[in-house]
């Protein structure tokens, strides 16, 4: 096991000591959400349940469907144990109440944002004992500041998604289904080495183009459409985000230049908004005032950006009522868009880690151009 992944869990027993209620601290902590339990353990989740547990003692419980070895254990003192569960039909959840009672723990903190009401029924007819209290999301608390493994791991992330991407500017477009782009796109991600799609391929053409939650379609690409794409790759667990519009064939119309070049300075403005100790909902502010500046106040939606990294969609989040200050070493996506209702629109998304300014300031992954390209 990782030292890196030891230290993780004893930093989360201090800050469970630190944060508890006035009865005192819990003597065992149950961790159920799958991107904590991988940023705990470095396993992969498969259905597992994380038991930091009384004296010390961490045990990763796995279904008995878990596919492929579980993680080993370390020669740390703090090692973590592994079970696989006898039944198929047993709770890793409810093994994991039942172990932190017989190793004789009467207060278990949970997570309540992961965990069912009939999980936590099951877990309380099993100990009986064990008073179940709520974990104020502390590990996604833990998760905020990137390490260098990690960022290494986003950058790798961001290389590959490029390249994806790069590589269909490259190829014949118009004709094309959106939801064939978005299958090839995907397929590329893998073939450059990700585990998968950080998220599922937006592809957008003509109408669509610009709404950030689209569906690819079976619209065709035609000529003089405007194509937006948001796609990201994930890399050992990691993952990121992009997104980018080009115009197809010609050489674009006068309202799409105007349009691009006014989502291009709303990200111009959110990325430049980037420093430790900013804000986040001055971010947000800077990159919508520029459009509201132009009269599409409304455009950006609930938020600016986000935080990513074994999820999309971390904290922190980039909005008008986000609280708190931005660290070094955070990534987060700065996502500006606008869309015209029957004429299409532009998204421009990217994904960086704020640095300090003696850094060389915020440092972007994500480089494939932001030129206005004709393809």
Excluded at 3 to 16: I, K, N, P, Q, S
Excluded at 30 to 58: E, K, M, S, W
Excluded at 280 to 301: I, P, Y
Excluded at 312 to 323: K, T
Aim: with cysteine; charged share 25%.
């Amino acid at each position: 096991m990782s030292e890196v992944h030891v230290a993780r869990r004893g930093l989360l027993r201090e800050r469970c000591a630190a944060t508890a209620a006035h009865e005192g601290p819990p003597d065992a902590v149950l961790v159920t959400g799958p991107a904590n339990i991988r940023y705990l353990t470095g396993c992969p989740p498969q259905g597992t349940a994380l038991l930091i547990g009384p004296h010390g003692v961490d045990t990763l419980l796995a279904p008995a469907s878990a596919e492929g070895p579980l993680v080993q254990p370390g020669g740390s003192e703090d090692e973590l144990r592994t079970s696989r569960l006898d039944s198929p039909d047993g709770d890793t959840a409810v093994a994991a109440a039942d172990l932190a009672a017989s190793a004789g723990a009467r207060r278990l903190a949970v997570e309540e944002h992961h965990l069912t009401v009939a999980r936590h029924r099951a877990m309380s007819s099993v100990a009986a004992g064990l008073r179940l209290t709520g974990l104020t999301s502390p590990v996604e608390a833990q998760r905020v500041i990137k390490d260098d493994e990690e960022i290494s791991a986003l950058r790798v992330a961001a290389e590959i998604t490029d390249q994806a991407l790069g590589e269909l500017l490259e190829s014949i477009l118009v004709g094309r289904t959106e939801r064939h782009l978005a299958l090839e796109l995907e397929r590329r991600l893998i073939d450059h080495g990700a585990e998968g799609s950080a998220f599922p391929t937006c592809v957008a053409t003509g109408r669509n183009s610009g709404l950030g939650r689209h569906r690819p379609t079976d619209r065709r690409v035609e000529e003089g459409d405007f194509l937006s794409v948001r796609l990201g790759a994930q890399y050992h667990g990691y993952r990121c985000q992009i997104g980018r519009t080009f115009v197809i064939g010609s050489a674009p119309d006068d309202w799409q230049v105007e349009l691009y070049d006014l989502v291009f300075a709303a990200q111009r403005a959110g990325r430049e908004a980037l420093t430790p100790g900013m804000a986040c909902s001055d971010v947000d502010r800077a990159t919508r005032q520029v459009l509201k500046g132009a009269g599409h106040a409304e455009a950006l939606g609930a938020a600016t950006g986000h935080g990513v990294g074994l999820e999309i969609g971390e904290d922190p989040r980039l909005s008008p009522g986000a609280m708190g200050k931005l660290d070094a070493c955070v990534p987060v996506t700065i996502e500006p868009g606008v869309h015209l209702p029957g004429q299409g629109g532009v998204r421009i998304d990217d994904t960086l880690v704020v640095r300090h300014a003696a850094d060389g300031g915020p440092e972007l992954l994500t480089i494939t151009t932001k030129e206005l390209l004709a393809l």
